[in-house]
């Protein structure tokens, strides 16, 4: 099975319509790739690892080195799915050389195949400026984590007219800037509805209903890993109870000397 392209991708949506949902889901290391790859079309590297793998407060803090290393580590251990990296904090915001240089840095260093930033018509020229150059862009609009320190938290967006407004005219400069896919986090359902309409591109939903062409999760939220999540998550697992247990039930059999035993022993012949 050859790896699926961007642009296949991309052709997912035709005359506003996208027949069959585009399936992304986070991915930060080589065998956690491994498993989500045959059932995903994108994996993201996402800068949300600054969180759930470092334990950091926010996304800022992220670095280059951080999204590279990953990045890598997600390409190797898959070959289906298209590998999508995050632009971290800093690393794209001052100009479309500085994100050029920055981009193509993580793509030369992983082999992804696009990146994706935060951000709307501010955003645009940049998206135009990789795009001609051969970097793929994803946008990222609606709750941009990144800006948490200028949204004030991490609540959803859209709620008045012309925060809505200023979400679907977002999505639409990033589109006409040639971005191959938008994805719209944390908006209410009808901005959702009013983005994917606007947008010849597909979008990516999370948080932003089910009315977008596709729908992206943080696999660790997904799977249970963590004891509060958004209200828009649904958990498929529960894996921070499983950990613990297989952890209480490890360290017991250490303390009563039963780990390890004669099959993980070995023997001289
Ligand atoms: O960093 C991330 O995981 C993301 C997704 C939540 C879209 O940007
Ligand atoms: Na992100």
Redesign the pocket.
Known sequence: MRRLTVPAIRARKQDGVTEEPIVML?AYTARQAQLLDAHCDML?V???LGQVIYGLPS?IPVTMRMMADHAAAVVRGSYHAVVVV?MPFGSYEASPQQAFDSAAMLLKESGAAAV?LEGGEAMAETVAFLNSRGIPVVG?VGLT?QAVNVLGGYGARGRSDAEAEKIVGDARALCDAGACAI?V?GVVEPIAIAVTSAVSCPTIG?GASARCDGQ?L?TEDMLGMFERVPRFVKRYDDIAANIASAAEHYAKEVRDRSFPGAEQTYQPK
């Open positions: 986070t993201l996402g800068d949300s996304t995050d994706k990222h984590p994805v986090e999370i992206v943080v």
